[in-house]
T-cell receptor, first 114, second 110 residues
Framework: DADVTQTPRNRITKTGKRIMLECSQTKGHDRMYWYRQDPGLGLRLIYYSFDVKDINKGEISDGYSVSRQAQAKFSLSLESAIPNQTALYFC?????????????FGQGTRLTVV | EDQVTQSPEALRLQEGESSSLNCSYTVSGLRGLFWYRQDPGKGPEFLFTLYSAGEEKEKERLKATLTKKESFLHITAPKPEDSATYLCAVQKGGAQKLVFGQGTRLTINP
């Protein structure tokens, strides 16, 4: 089983619909992140969380919200989806307690907004 | 503004033909530079972390090096299975997020 699991893997939704992407991890890491990947733009940070009580905006948080339900779960919501939110979304984790800072990524969710 | 630029955007090599990928960065107080491999439709897979200029790390046919302004990912005698997009990212001291480059798409022809 993957250490960082994202659901769903693929989703097509209509403009204006609310949608939630979920991420769970079994790595025991304290930090979790949501990134968006677009062709030619690379990976961009949407939100990140240091622990259950801590949520921080990334560089492109407008139109998105997140919830850290538990140390192992971090969900991303699009309250009213729009076509330019069509992208590949990745959840990632890192463990700062070890002193290492590398992030580990899930397999991604391909979201299409029509 | 923190910036990461990778070159070339795409590179096509013959099997066994060694080459290097470049990652140049502008960031004050670099905490770490990271290399990832990404296969189509999959999440980035962690390869290396480099922390200070002069540091080198190796894994199979890959070797990553770091200077004060750039990092190189050297690929020695590549095989078709090394085909992927290679991503570089930097973490600034005191910050908790990574800034990614756009990646280099590497294709190794048999």
């Amino acid at each position: 089983d993957a250490d960082v699991t994202q659901t769903p893997r693929n989703r097509i939704t209509k403009t204006g619909k609310r949608i939630m992407l979920e991420c769970s991890q079994t790595k025991g890491h304290d930090r979790m992140y949501w990134y968006r990947q677009d062709p030619g733009l690379g990976l961009r940070l949407i939100y990140y969380s240091f622990d259950v009580k801590d949520i921080n905006k990334g560089e492109i948080s407008d139109g998105y919200s997140v919830s850290r339900q538990a140390q192992a779960k971090f969900s991303l919501s699009l309250e009213s989806a729009i076509p330019n939110q069509t992208a590949l979304y990745f959840c990632a984790t890192s463990d700062t307690r070890t002193g290492n800072t590398e992030a580990f990524f899930g397999q991604g969710t391909r979201l299409t907004v029509v | 503004e923190d910036q990461v630029t990778q070159s070339p955007e795409a590179l096509r090599l013959q099997e066994g033909e060694s080459s290097s990928l470049n990652c140049s960065y502008t960031v004050s107080g670099l905490r770490g530079l990271f290399w990832y491999r990404q296969d189509p439709g999959k999440g980035p897979e962690f390869l290396f972390t480099l922390y200070s200029a002069g540091e080198e790390k190796e894994k199979e046919r890959l070797k990553a090096t770091l200077t004060k302004k750039e990092s190189f990912l050297h690929i020695t005698a590549p095989k078709p299975e090394d085909s992927a997009t290679y991503l570089c990212a930097v973490q600034k001291g005191g910050a908790q997020k990574l800034v990614f480059g756009q990646g280099t798409r590497l294709t190794i022809n048999p």
